[in-house]
C-alpha cells in the first residue's frame, strides 16, 4: 500500500513459536504482527538526523518561551547573574538545554545498544509463558551442544 512500509505478519503453525513473514492479503493463517519501514539507499544516520533536525527547527525554539515562563513565575527580569547587562547566559543557552534533552533522550531511546546482562535475562525469563520457557531452555541448550 504505501512505499517503504511492509506489514509483517505471524504465520500460525503446528508448533508454538510463529514464523514472521511479509503478509499476504487474504491468507488466513497469517496475523498480523507489526509493520516495518523498508528504505533503499537510506543510511539510519539519516533517518535520525531528520528527526533530531525536525525538533531543533520545530520546538527546540520554543525553549525561549518555557525560561520566559520560569522567569514570570519567579519574578525575574533576566537570567543576568553570569553575564551582567547581556540577559545572562541561560538567555543565550535556553533552547539548547532544550534541544540537549530531546537528544539524550533520542539516543537512549533510539541509538544506544541495550546492554544484555545475567540479571536482565533472568527477569525477561520471569516475564515469558510458561511454553516460551520450555523453548527458550530448549534452544539454550541447543547452542550449548548438551542436548
Known amino acids: 500500500m504505501i512505499p517503504g512500509i511492509v506489514?509483517?505478519?505471524?504465520v500460525d503453525g503446528d508448533?508454538?513459536?510463529?514464523v514472521l513473514t511479509p503478509c499476504i492479503s487474504g491468507e488466513e493463517t497469517h496475523t498480523h504482527h507489526h509493520f516495518e519501514l523498508v528504505l533503499k539507499n537510506v543510511f539510519p544516520?539519516?533517518?535520525h538526523a531528520l528527526g533530531l533536525a525536525a525538533f531543533a527547527s520545530l520546538?527546540?525554539?520554543?525553549?525561549g518561551f518555557l525560561a520566559s515562563a520560569i522567569k514570570?513565575?519567579?519574578?525575574?527580569?533576566?537570567?543576568d547573574s553570569i553575564i551582567p547587562g547581556h540577559g545572562g547566559l541561560m538567555d543565550?543557552?535556553?533552547?539548547?538545554?532544550?534541544?540537549?534533552?530531546?537528544?539524550?533522550?533520542?539516543?537512549?531511546?533510539?541509538?544506544k545498544m541495550a546492554t544484555v546482562s545475567v540479571p536482565k535475562m533472568?527477569?525477561?525469563?520471569?516475564?515469558m509463558k510458561e511454553s516460551e520457557q520450555e523453548e527458550f531452555l530448549e534452544r539454550i541448550m541447543e547452542l550449548s551442544g548438551k542436548k
Open 59 to 63: 520546538v527546540a525554539p520554543f525553549g
Open 122 to 127: 533472568i527477569y525477561m525469563y520471569s516475564l
Open 72 to 79: 514570570r513565575a519567579y519574578g525575574i527580569k533576566d537570567f
Open 45 to 47: 544516520v539519516q533517518i
Open 92 to 111: 543565550r543557552l535556553d533552547c539548547q538545554f532544550m534541544m540537549a534533552l530531546f537528544t539524550w533522550v533520542h539516543y537512549n531511546t533510539f541509538v
Open 15 to 18: 508448533g508454538d513459536a510463529a
Open 7 to 10: 506489514d509483517i505478519c505471524a
